[in-house]
């Protein structure tokens, strides 16, 4: 039962995440304003399809089930799990005003850190059970020359820098840091690439290279049009997911 239950905390995680990829790509960053976690008319705008809205009832739902875990099955993994969510959710208020301009752009790539490492531990909790070593996954996640935390990072920052309404612009002679910072998510990015390569995982290699086309639509579309550069974002953060869940398979 707790197998499955932790599919689904995988399953909540992985649609709260590309579901804050659609509130980027459709301009509702600061829908609800700065106001966290929740405004009194929440479900209202959830049912109208405010994006952020639902945002957050996914991320609640994953909050609850996260508790019920840790109650249920105290390990490790499940500390671990719960935490993520704590730090995402914390971190998720901190995004909010990163956007608003009062914040660094480094908590946005903080928070995108924590939401994908509650995705994963959920993951490997369905595919490894409770006993599963969390670390080496996140080990390698960070440790070069692998760097899929650090090219999620500056994913992160580079949404931060934007804010959900500048252009980046033309990176092939970088002029302001948020130019620099999209061109260091690239080359953390192709690095990425070269050590899947090497280490022969073809299907991640198969899936980073479809992320590599959307990432490029993205900045596209962000230059297009920076307040809503379209679904090309929500489908960037999938194949982001895709990508982690594929590289937990093989390697842990």
Known sequence: MLKEISLLASIFAGITI???????????GLSLGTN??????????????????????????VGIISL???????????????LGVVATALLGMATLYVLAGKLPSIFQGLHDIAA?????????????GFNVNIIQFFLYAVL???????????????????????EIGDVRKPKNWL????LIHSILAAIFVIALILEALWIPL???????????LVYVGANKNPVKPGISVGLHQLFSLLIVASLIYYTV
């Open 18 to 28: 590309v579901l804050g990829g659609i509130v980027e790509g459709y301009g509702y």
């Open 144 to 166: 070069p020359p692998h760097f899929l935390y650090f090219v999620i990072f500056m994913g992160g920052v580079v949404t931060g820098m934007r804010k959900m309404k500048f």
């Open 206 to 216: 198969l899936l980073t290279i479809i992320e590599v086309v959307v990432g490029l």
């Open 179 to 182: 130019q620099g910072a999209w």
């Open 36 to 61: 966290w976690p929740y405004t009194r008319d929440i479900l209202q705008l959830a049912a109208k399809k405010d994006p952020e809205a639902i945002h957050r009832i996914s991320a609640t739902i």
């Open 116 to 128: 994908y490492s509650v995705f994963a531990t959920y993951f490997v909790i369905f595919l490894k």
């Open 68 to 82: 019920a875990f840790l109650i249920l099955r105290f390990s490790v993994v499940s500390l671990v799990g719960f």
